[in-house]
């Protein structure tokens, strides 16, 4: 098994690379987010490899950290998540903003990564809504605490209802919110936060 590979990157595409390892060419299946982190020659790309072994294939992938294979391996565990798809979350999404959609079980963000629909989503939420907290989020603040706004009531949930009719998504309200109403101390009404919120999200 494969576990990394240092080489020099070559022939990058849309959702692979070569990487050349002492004349030895491996092709490498990876997300946007890394191959576009790739160095060019002559410099070394180091890459952390999963190797998935069918029965007509052995297929390589890369990642530059080890949060980004961490959920590459969980998400590929949930039934429908192939490595397809499982790379195109990926390249929507950072660790740490997977951590925070899941958390906020935010489905419209779910399925805006190629291949996720909405029964994915709903699924993908349903199976790992209670294992985010032990994900890496790759050197980012992890807002594990977003699953705070799915229970939240009174003046935080109405508020966030009312900027999803907006168009603001919740992973992107909910800090926002969150705050607000820690600063004021709980004493900030709802048309205030409204206003203060769309403020700040407006920038």
């Known amino acids: 098994m494969i576990a990394s590979l240092a080489g020099l990157a070559g022939f990058i595409e849309a959702d692979r690379c070569v990487i050349d390892v002492g004349g ?13 982190a790739l ?12 190797t998935v072994v069918r029965e007509d294939a052995i297929l390589l992938y890369g990642f530059m950290s080890t949060a980004e294979r961490d959920w590459f391996r969980l998400l590929t565990a949930v039934q429908g998540v192939g490595a397809k798809v499982g790379l195109g979350l990926l390249s929507t999404f950072s660790p740490s903003e997977l951590i925070a959609v899941i958390s906020a079980a935010d489905k419209a963000s779910l399925t805006r990564a190629p291949g996720v629909g909405g029964k994915l989503a709903e699924r993908l939420l349903t199976e790992l809504k209670d294992k985010v907290g032990r994900m890496p989020s790759g050197g980012s603040v992890a807002m594990v605490s977003a699953a705070k706004a799915v229970e939240t009531q009174g003046p935080e949930a109405d508020a966030l209802l009312a900027l999803a009719g907006l168009g603001f998504r919740r992973v992107e309200a909910w800090p926002i919110v969150s705050r607000l109403i820690a600063e004021s101390g709980g004493e900030i009404s709802l048309d ?12």
Do not use: H, M, N, Q
């Not at 160095?39 to 999963?50: D, G, K, V």
């Not at 205030?192 to 920038?203: Q, S, V």
């Open 192 to 203: 205030d936060l409204l206003r203060d919120a769309l403020r700040e999200l407006a920038k």
């Open 39 to 50: 160095p060019a020659p002559p410099e070394l790309s180091r890459l952390l490899i999963e």
């Open 24 to 36: 030895v060419g491996y092709l490498v299946f990876a997300s946007t987010r890394t191959l576009s």
